[in-house]
């Protein structure tokens, strides 16, 4: 199974940008999947997650009204929208699949140890 990030980049305090997350290898699309960050001298976090049907979304209080994850089966493939971009936002960001298909509660989505394949991760850098 391979996961594979794209999309980060550098933009200036209120700009936008899509991360895309191509997965392959996986043997069906009945997987949640969330996406993470790391900032430098900080611990991974969870940013927001998605169960396998895409109907139900899961996101950290800082992010809310601002990130938006989707995903697209036929594609094997999930976005995070990220609109109104701050520079508390610089991170690498990471996707990962779910060994489960849907969350009961937001403390399932953000549980790390329930994401059994990651990607390599993408820096996205928000300038002041």
């Known amino acids: 199974v391979q996961l594979v990030e794209s999309g980060g980049g550098q933009v200036q305090a209120g700009g936008s940008l899509r991360l895309s997350c191509a997965v392959s290898?996986?043997?069906?699309?009945?997987?949640?999947m969330g996406w993470f960050r790391q900032a430098p001298g900080k611990e991974r976090e969870f940013v927001a997650a998605?169960?396998?049907?895409?109907?139900?979304?899961y996101y950290e209080d800082s992010v809310k009204g601002r990130f938006t994850i989707s995903r697209d089966n036929a594609r094997n493939t999930k976005y995070l929208q990220m609109n109104s971009l701050k520079p508390e936002d610089t991170a690498v960001y990471y996707c990962a699949s779910n060994r489960y298909a849907n969350f009961a509660t937001m403390e399932d989505a953000a549980r790390t140890d329930d994401y059994d394949y990651w990607g390599q991760g993408t820096q996205v850098t928000v300038s002041s």
């Open positions: 290898g996986r043997t069906s699309n009945t997987y949640a």
């Open positions: 998605i169960s396998w049907t895409g109907n139900h979304t």
